[in-house]
């Protein structure tokens, strides 16, 4: 087999075209990510770069080649979110308190703003200088119109402008206005622009088209106590430890920052009744659900597989064929079917039941409905991996044993199916591992409901600690508590990988590592 | 079929018969129809014009297309933008895993290297990781980048096709490296001897041969990535634009339950169909696949 040089020519130009695309990526981003303030994204974004730089443009690396760019997204996107969960597991990161301190001192400033004088809304027109930059002109109520930005105010000569009638200004020598098509396009980028006044404190801020208001703040931020002033009553607020500056009323500014709060969090999930109470059963729920879920599917699986697998079955492909197919429908879809056929007073199954059970509304009935469709949803995989698992048996220990005086049913008992079960060990951890964190198949069929009442409505009756995680999280009105959330998370994750871990040593996937 | 086996098997009596092969059949017959009724159900309510979960029947009243037909027309529910949103993510996405999970386990399989133990291990504990439970996590991170990187913003498809991208050196790489590994390495070695490239044995030989497990990474990945749920819905949740159809359908049939409940079953119909044939096509290399590295003892 000859390989003309030639032909590596088009993996040259893929080479040269991903890397430079690469570069050309992290020279705008990372400039951008430095003026915002995230260096970490910054670094790690130059630092990756740099390596696949050094590795693609060197004949040493081979390996790297390979497993560098999948092990750089790896840790971006699947390490270090598992250990910002840990992380934001000791903030109080939450609706009120998403922002830096910094970010959260700007925005209690600039919420505190409050028109100066009677005469407040100044006339205004945007403008271009001849250079091309846009500025504002703005006439104050002492009679002069004023040229300002972000940086500074400065007067134009009087004679250099003209008001119509009603004051508004009509026109500027040197400058253009912006027309109002202009403006409705640059409008938004003024949501959060000031000019500085004439006063110390005091400030513009654009109103709308053609008017500015002038403002001041009315609290202050002092940097060197680290506390902020209320201008006009004095009185004083300070930080406390979880994330607020508050007065001495005990009143709290709004927005609050993230903080570190240490084990606030885990305290709170352990010492508070309303997380501890609805987090014992959900916690119990997590354990229980998916071991029912294996236990069921694995044995009714296998039953099914040891059933049909007999010499004399003859239509085994079909049976086969049509018993996988729950397997190969999209999940979403079917355990949205199952909760139309469930539907308590119009569902099919409750249809052909004698009487009416409540699906989705009882405590008791859900926890078997979400398992009943998971038992449907799973079995077919445990027939499949049985199915191989009996095919795969040792036919030399089977006849040893038949030779030695075994009958059928000893076989069946104390050879073939502890070793079919020794073999499968490693899968059914597996399977209890993924079921553990089996969202979709509670939140889509019952949305962790019913809700458990002494949770305060966060926490249901089939919830598992991922669907509980969500609601903590993302469900509006609910709290939306991230930092509570990831301690909630963050168990999870330790229980996984004690789970894995098991799964790990038993199977025999560590010699495929040699 | 069973008289058929009754003339051909003539030593069997029709009492052993019964004993040894009918109960087999009946379960075998039972466990299927519990297996097929939801996407007969769902086939039945399709075809049904009145649509509704109450009146419908297994055989409907009054069959039609009005259900399939709503699919083009309802603009509360737009099934197509949904389609396509999810086979462009699930068929990029199913791409990448692969280009990533393949390219890492040539080197796994093929080089010996420094740290390459280490990093089988990284991979395998790794994989163990679903990067769903990380959610508040990437909610955070990209509250955090979507004001310094345009596509890194909740509703953008490219933000969660970096995220899935993240997950690709895990449980692909592990089950494409068993399966190169079985590929004799005196092929490869061969082709050094006459002058080939490490890529191009990668490219020319190892990929080729390799072709019907890639297949199955890539079934297995496009069919996750169509029931991948819980991140998508927190990425792209906010963007009716970008919405899955596994977020779509879900938010739709929430919404009216009873009336929506036939072109719900009919869109469902349509998405699982296709599915369906390619996976029960491929089921025979699925299987290894699921199992590879774990049936050996």
Known sequence: MKIKNSQKLPGLFIKIFLLGGLNAFALWSVPVLIADGRFLYAAYIAISTLILDYIFLSSKFVAAKYIVPGAILLVAFQIYPAIYTGYIAFTNFSVGHEMNKQSAIDSIISNSLEPVGDDSILPMRLAKTPEGSTVLLIKESDGNLYLGNAQSLKKLPPNSWSVDAEGNIQSVEGFTFLTDEEIALVLEQYSNYFVPGLEENVKYRVADFTNVERITPTLQYNSAGDYVENLLTGEIYKPNKEGAFVGADGVELEPGWTARIGLKNLERVIGDERYRTPLVKVMIWTFVYPFLVVMLTFFLGLFLALTINHPKIKPKKLYRILLIVPYAMPGVLSILTWKGMLNESYGIVNKLLPGAVPWLSDPWWAKVAVVLVQVWAGTPYMFLIATGAIQALSTEIVEASEVDGASPRQVFWNIKLPLVVIALTPLLIASYAYNFSNFGSIYLLTGGGPVMYDSGGVAGHTDILISYTYNLAFTAGKGRDYGLASAVSFINFLIVAVISIQAFRRSKQMENIN | ?297
Do not use: C
Request: proline letters at 4%.
């Open chain 2, 1 to 297: 079929m069973s008289t058929e086996l009754i003339v051909r098997q003539k030593k069997m009596t029709f009492q052993k018969w019964v004993r040894v092969l009918a109960w087999r059949h009946f379960i075998a017959l039972l466990a299927i129809a519990f297996a097929l009724f939801p996407l007969i159900w769902m086939a039945s309510a399709s075809f049904d014009e009145l649509g509704k979960i109450n009146t419908q029947s297994l055989i409907p009243q009054y069959p039609g297309l009005s259900n399939y037909r709503a699919l083009w027309e309802n603009p509360d529910q737009p099934y197509w933008l949904w389609m396509r949103n999810s086979v462009m993510i699930a068929s990029i996405n199913a791409v990448l895993q692969l280009a990533i999970g393949a390219t890492a386990a040539y080197a796994l399989s093929r080089f010996r290297y420094r740290g390459r133990k280490t990093t089988l291990m990284t991979i395998l504990i790794v994989q163990m990781f679903p990067q769903l439970l990380a959610v508040t996590a990437f909610y955070v991170i990209l509250a955090d980048l979507r004001e310094s990187i345009p596509f890194m913003d909740f509703g953008s498809p490219i933000a969660l096709l970096i995220i899935f991208a993240g997950g690709a050196l895990g449980i692909n790489a592990w089950m494409l490296k068993g399966f190169f590994d079985s590929i004799p390495s005196e092929i490869d070695e061969s082709a050094k001897i006459d002058g080939a490239s490490h890529g191009q044995i990668y490219v020319r030989i190892i990929l080729p041969l390799a072709l019907p497990m890639l297949a199955v990474v890539a079934l297995l990945s496009f069919i996750g990535t169509m029931n991948e749920f819980l991140l998508t819905a927190v990425i792209l949740g906010g963007n009716q634009e970008a919405i899955t159809l596994a977020v779509g359908m879900r938010q739709f049939i929430e919404t009216d339950f009873q009336e929506n409940w036939g072109a719900f079953a009919a869109g469902a119909l349509i998405a699982t169909i296709p599915v369906m044939v390619l996976f029960i096509w491929l089921q025979k290399f699925v299987v290894s696949g699921l199992t590879a590295g774990s049936l050996k003892g």
